[in-house]
């Protein structure tokens, strides 16, 4: 299946299914690669189209691409987060993506490190710092959804991402 097939087949499914084809498509599908060997550059966001023709990325871009897939699908923007996280196991900073089933829902986490989409509770390998959607900013919180610091368009690869996604292809 392609990524318009998996987009188009997946409209009419439950938000959990929708989920769970989107997690398992790029996770199965794309290879994890570091910036600076794919990209030359020590942090690039790649558009979901990018992350394809090239097969490969880091943890942002499948976020990323997990994320604009899933609003495509008919998930709502304002229950998915990009989420930024320091990994502990790996002691390092990492992605996903979150998805909250309502505003003071436990969110439950899509990731390319740990297949499974689990409730961040059980993510204790975990440590979340800020989040951020379509249209919104939160530094995290130990529990629920954090405190909104002001708008997504602060992120300055997020603003550069958006903008070549807006290009019209060469």
Known sequence: MDWQQLIASGRDLSEDEKMRRVNDFFNQNVEFVDDIALWHKTDYWATPTEFLVKGAGDCE???????????????SDSKLRITYVKALELNQAHMVLTYFESPRAEPLVLDNLKTAILPASKRRDLQPVYSFNGTGLWLAKSKGSGQRVGGSDRISLWTELKDRMMEPPL
């Open 61 to 75: 871009d499948y976020s990323i691409a997990k994320y604009f897939t899933l609003v495509e699908m008919g998930v």
